[in-house]
Nanobody, 124 residues
Framework: QVQVAESGGGLVQSGGSLRLSCAAS????????VGWFRQAPGKEREFVAS????????DYTDSVKGRFTISRDNAKNTVNLQMNSLKPEDTAVYYC?????????????????WGQGTQVTVSS
């Protein structure tokens, strides 16, 4: 049984940093593409960042480029999202998603496995 779980969310002031971590059981992240998504109240879930199965293909939505960094730690079987220079508009529930495909697009509905989400709140 595959389980995906996020951790590291919290409350931070504008300009601060948080590091989210995604861990999996029943799934080896080095053999998966992994993505981060977020959903703010009243809005649809949106793509944030992804790292494809090869580990070299990385993608970010424009609003987080230069501020967020996605990385994979194969030894710990985790994928992390380092978030710097946080803004109030980054406030959302952040979700980790995984898929065994070598390449997965930004559409949330095509990803196979999801965590329960972790809340990130950025105060102004």
């Amino acid at each position: 049984q595959v389980q995906v779980a996020e951790s590291g969310g919290g409350l931070v002031q504008s300009g601060g940093s948080l590091r989210l971590s995604c861990a999996a059981s029943g799934l080896t992240f080095s053999r998966c593409s992994v993505g981060w998504f977020r959903q703010a109240p009243g809005k649809e879930r949106e793509f944030v960042a992804s790292i494809m199965r090869n580990g070299d293909t990385i993608d970010y939505t424009d609003s987080v480029k230069g501020r967020f960094t996605i990385s994979r730690d194969n030894a710990k079987n985790t994928v992390n999202l380092q978030m710097n220079s946080l803004k109030p508009e980054d406030t959302a529930v952040y979700y980790c998603a995984a898929d065994s495909a070598a390449w997965v697009n930004r559409t949330p509905g095509v990803w196979d496995y999801w965590g329960q989400g972790t809340q990130v709140t950025v105060s102004s």
